[in-house]
């Protein structure tokens, strides 16, 4: 009988050592982004040699109106006189991050809207479509975790570039 309860506890500590080298090994497990309700693919890394060409490209063509930190102007919440907005940032405060892909490209290429009397010009004969994709990398990469899966989910769901 002692015997039986012997092999029973060996056996009982083999198990738990075996679950727990077989749990170490997997890694933490990657837990998905769920937002309202729909699993997003992980948000991805940003290439660190784009993220420098975006940067550099923020610096010329961007930063004039929308700040060398992204900061946006002063009071951009309020229009001007004119009707037309100031720019707003690009940081995680402004609302750049509430929009997917697809539209900021558009924006980028095509200028704001006439009809909002917009001062956002459109670059779309100055610059490439991977031009205006690295400096939304760097855009990005300014972003909190939260504000970046945000932009994720909503790009993934309603449109990519
Ligand atoms: C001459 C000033 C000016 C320059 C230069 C400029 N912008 Fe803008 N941008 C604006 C203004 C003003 C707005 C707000 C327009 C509106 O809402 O009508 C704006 C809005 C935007 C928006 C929409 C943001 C949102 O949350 O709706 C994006 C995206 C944007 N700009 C990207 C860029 C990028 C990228 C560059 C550089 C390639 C750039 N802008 C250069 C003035 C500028």
């Not at 610096?59 to 102007?73: K, P, V």
């Not at 009071?75 to 509430?98: A, E, Y």
């Not at 459109?122 to 400096?135: C, L, N, S, V, W």
């Amino acid at each position: 009988m002692k015997l039986w309860r012997a092999a029973t506890l060996s056996l009982f500590i083999v198990i738990v050592i075996v679950t727990l080298v077989l749990f170490i090994q997997s890694g933490t497990p990657i837990k998905p982004v769920v937002i309202n309700n729909t699993p997003v693919p992980p948000v991805p890394t940003s290439d660190p040699a784009r993220l420098d060409q975006g940067a550099a490209l923020y610096t010329q063509y961007c930063a004039t109106c929308h700040g060398a930190n992204l900061e946006g102007a002063p009071g951009w919440r309020k229009s001007l006189p004119d009707g037309s907005l100031p720019p707003p940032p690009h940081d995680g405060s402004g609302h750049t991050w509430h929009h997917p892909d697809s539209l900021l490209l558009d924006i980028i290429a095509n200028g704001g809207d006439p009809a909002y009397n917009s001062k956002m010009p459109a670059f779309g004969d100055r610059m490439t479509k991977d031009e205006m994709i690295f400096i939304l990398d760097f855009i990005k990469s300014k972003w909190g975790k939260q504000e970046r899966e945000f932009q994720w989910w909503i790009t993934v769901t309603q449109g990519n570039p």
